[in-house]
T-cell receptor, first 115, second 116 residues
């Protein structure tokens, strides 16, 4: 069965610090997708990135970057020069093609960025 | 981009009431829709998967008679929480999956259900 582990329950940083959120996954499928979502206090899920299992290239989008390593089954997310507005709960998720693409979420990491 | 509308965004009602939540894909046809539940400070847990025109598939531990799902069209799925009780209070989020391979899920903004 697919499984996503976000070992960091809560992280607190001071503004402008860099922070990395860890995500480790388990799957038997060869075709799968990994996601990161941001959930602010208002509750809606904000899509950040989707990466398929055949694309191990790291990605950078502004202050956000993602490191996908199949060898360690990890898909870590780094925020550079964090800002107060980055405070939210961040979820890593996995969907497997063989499981009708239903999405399994990690427990989430609550990030607090202090001014 | 693809938009999923979820309504209502918030419901407060008395114990014993049945509550219907709608999930609509506004600009694409959703062959599959998913319903998630999120208790405070917890992760999203998949409740059920619904395919248009067929019965929903429920995850283990989710009562199908309690949480009725209807996916009557390619743009609408509804979740009805029957005879809701305080323990059903939660944040419910739907997502929709378009037809075709490798389509991502698109999430609604969620419904916060509070049962008094």
């Amino acid at each position: 069965a697919q499984k996503v582990t976000q070992a960091q329950t809560e992280i607190s940083v001071v503004e402008k610090e860099d922070v990395t959120l860890d995500c480790v996954y388990e799957t038997r499928d060869t075709t799968y997708y990994l996601f990161w979502y941001k959930q602010p206090p208002s509750g809606e899920l904000v899509f950040l990135i989707r990466r398929n299992s055949f694309d191990e290239q790291n990605e950078i989008s502004g202050r956000y970057s993602w490191n996908f390593q199949k060898s360690t089954s990890s898909f870590n997310f780094t925020i550079t020069a964090s800002q107060v507005v980055d405070s939210a709960v961040y979820f890593c998720a996995l969907s497997e093609e063989m499981n009708n693409n239903d999405m399994r979420f990690g427990a989430g990491t609550r990030l607090t960025v202090k001014p | 981009g693809a938009v999923v509308s979820q309504h209502p965004s918030r419901v407060i009602c008395k114990s014993g009431t049945s509550v219907k939540i709608e999930c609509r894909s506004l600009d694409f046809q959703a062959t599959t829709m998913f319903w998630y539940r999120q208790f405070p400070k917890q992760s999203l847990m998949l409740m059920a998967t619904s395919n248009e025109g067929s019965k929903a598939t429920y995850e283990q531990g989710v009562e199908k008679d309690k949480f009725l799902i209807n996916h009557a069209s390619l743009t609408l799925s509804t979740l009805t929480v029957t005879s809701a009780h305080p323990e059903d209070s939660s944040f419910y989020i739907c997502s929709a999956l378009g037809a075709g391979i490798h389509q991502p899920q698109h999430f609604g903004d969620g419904t916060r259900l509070s049962i008094l």
